[in-house]
């Protein structure tokens, strides 16, 4: 498989089993009621960040030039696709737009830093 369509596969494999997994585990404990419903949320929101910014990271440490061109690449799909299945509320939107630009901000960090 070409390398960099190999990177973009696995960054978009670890944000989907990342946020799958953390939700499977934060669903089973508000299920068995040792989480409150605001914990359980609060929960989810974070994980949510913590994974976009992690796998931002990844991203940002295997690409070797062009950075902006190949996170662009990751986030048009993943944005498109989180705008069009999330309702059109303010809250919703400002949510998606912030883990998009957490895992820009990490990959561009991360990506600068190895430059040095």
């Known amino acids: 498989m070409n390398i960099k369509l190999q990177t973009y596969v696995e960054s978009f494999a670890m944000l989907i089993v990342f946020t799958l997994l953390f939700s499977l585990i934060f669903s089973a404990l508000y299920y068995f009621q040792w989480i ?16 976009y910014g992690c796998c931002g ?18 986030l048009l799909p993943i944005g498109i696709l989180s705008f069009l299945l ?31």
Not at 63 to 69: A, E, M, P, S, Y
């Open 36 to 51: 409150s419903y605001s914990t359980f949320h609060l929960l989810n929101i974070t994980s949510a960040y913590l994974i």
């Open 57 to 74: 990271l990844w991203l940002g440490k295997h690409i070797k030039k062009k950075v902006l061109l190949h996170i662009f690449g990751i």
């Open 86 to 116: 999330w309702d059109k509320q303010i809250t919703s939107i400002l949510l998606i737009t912030g883990k998009l630009i957490v895992f820009l901000l990490c990959a561009c960090a991360i990506f600068l830093r190895k430059k040095d």
